[in-house]
């Protein structure tokens, strides 16, 4: 049995033994496991650097040529259009009284309708925009007969328009008044119509104001018709490019005012298409025409700043980039008119802006600014 101070001894060199040992082991390990990552693995600043994403290049794009086009709300209000049916003129002293009502509330309103007699004397309606001032004879001309001819045209009732007042006319009349019991030509062998009433495309009764046995003043309208397809005023930038006979979206342009020298607004007048006859006439969509004919354009972030606050393009031409001035003019729907410096559609321009962030690194003009 070995004596105890020696035993103690003995276990303490054991246990630094096993230090020393778990230390080399510990030394080793870490050796081999930087060897290990030099051979196999990165550290970790060269992944974050490989982790980097790599330089966008700049995009570029096309100049166009095209007209440019934009959407306007314009204020618009309504414009109802009113025909307020009067009794025919008759001579001095002669009573009037309605004696027929050949319509009732709510009815279309037609070319070749009968709208009321009164006193014998029929009066119709006439899709036409002239109104009929004057009684007619054989071989007149002018407006009103052409308005006449193209009514009674539309209606079926007469087959070609010439502009005359002949006897094909004449009969085509003729037969309207016979079915009211009424002759067509009064005094001196004209026909009457002055009193028929020319009234717009699409209008119907709105109300009857007179009965059948009433007698009825001169200025006492018999009935009132409103169109069914209204119109609306639109205020919209006298530099708009808009024309009257245009065809819009919501109908159909019928006329353009002056510009208004305080405000720099013109009116505009549109006969809404049956489509938008429901619409909410205080705010329309207007889509309009920037430019009247076809301009030079680019992208807005094909629009570069140069020396001096100037406005270029950066135009590529075989792998080098140029800085062309150019002055700029309308904008509309994210394009930008331009003019100058020899350019023409098809040129390919860089972009600095895509997606509202500015991508990759712009790399120096090489051809200068020209």
């Given amino acids: 049995m070995s004596p105890r101070p020696f035993g103690r001894l003995g276990a303490t060199l054991r246990g630094a033994g096993r230090f020393q040992v778990a230390t080399v082991a510990l030394a080793v390990g870490c050796a081999v496991g930087v060897g290990a990552a030099s051979l196999f693995g990165t550290s970790p600043g060269d992944a974050s650097a490989k982790r980097k994403a790599p330089d966008l290049p700049v995009p570029t794009t096309r100049l166009v040529k095209q007209v440019l086009r934009d959407e306007l709300h314009a204020p618009c209000r309504a414009r109802s259009q009113v025909t307020r049916v009067m009794p025919p003129p008759l001579p001095a002293g002669k009573p009037r009284v309605v004696t027929a009502i050949g319509v009732r509330v709510g009815q279309p309103v037609k070319t070749?309708?009968?709208?009321?007699?009164?006193?014998?004397?029929?009066?119709?309606?006439?899709?036409?925009?002239?109104?009929?001032?004057?009684?007619?004879?054989?071989?007149?001309?002018?407006?009103?007969?052409?308005?006449?001819?193209?009514?009674?045209?539309?209606?079926?009732?007469?087959?070609?328009?010439?502009?005359?007042?002949?006897?094909?006319?004449?009969?085509?009349?003729?037969?309207?008044?016979?079915?009211?019991?009424?002759?067509?030509?009064?005094?001196?062998?004209?026909?009457?119509?002055?009193?028929?009433?020319?009234?717009?495309?699409?209008?119907?009764?709105?109300?009857?104001?007179?009965?059948?046995?009433?007698?009825?003043?001169?200025?006492?309208?018999?009935?009132?018709?409103?169109?069914?397809?209204?119109?609306?005023?639109?205020?919209?930038?006298?530099?708009?490019?808009?024309?009257?006979?245009?065809?819009?979206?919501?109908?159909?342009?019928?006329?353009?005012?002056?510009?208004?020298?305080?405000?720099?607004?013109?009116?505009?007048?549109?006969?809404?298409?049956?489509?938008?006859?429901?619409?909410?006439?205080?705010?329309?969509?207007?889509?309009?025409?920037?430019?009247?004919?076809?301009?030079?354009?680019?992208?807005?972030?094909g629009i570069w700043v140069g020396a001096a606050g100037s406005f270029v393009v950066r135009k590529v031409v075989g792998g080098n980039v140029q800085s062309v001035r150019v002055h700029v003019g309308a904008t509309a729907g994210g394009y930008v008119a331009i003019s100058g410096g020899g350019l023409a559609a098809g040129d390919e321009v860089q972009l600095h802006i895509v997606s509202d962030r500015q991508v990759g690194p712009l790399p120096p003009a090489s051809g200068g600014v020209r």
Avoid: H
């Fill in 112 to 301: 070749g309708d009968l709208l009321a007699v009164v006193s014998g004397v029929p009066t119709f309606a006439f899709v036409t925009r002239i109104p009929f001032y004057r009684d007619l004879g054989l071989g007149d001309t002018g407006p009103d007969v052409t308005a006449l001819e193209q009514a009674l045209v539309a209606a079926g009732k007469l087959s070609t328009a010439d502009s005359v007042f002949d006897s094909r006319t004449a009969a085509a009349l003729s037969k309207l008044y016979a079915r009211a019991g009424a002759a067509a030509r009064g005094l001196g062998g004209r026909v009457r119509l002055a009193s028929s009433t020319s009234v717009p495309a699409g209008s119907e009764v709105a109300e009857i104001d007179a009965a059948v046995g009433e007698v009825v003043t001169r200025g006492t309208p018999l009935m009132v018709l409103t169109a069914r397809t209204p119109t609306v005023t639109c205020q919209v930038p006298g530099t708009a490019a808009i024309s009257a006979g245009e065809r819009l979206s919501i109908g159909v342009v019928r006329s353009v005012g002056p510009a208004d020298p305080a405000s720099g607004q013109r009116d505009v007048v549109v006969a809404l298409a049956r489509s938008s006859a429901s619409a909410e006439p205080t705010d329309l969509v207007l889509p309009l025409r920037v430019t009247k004919t076809a301009v030079l354009t680019v992208p807005a972030g």
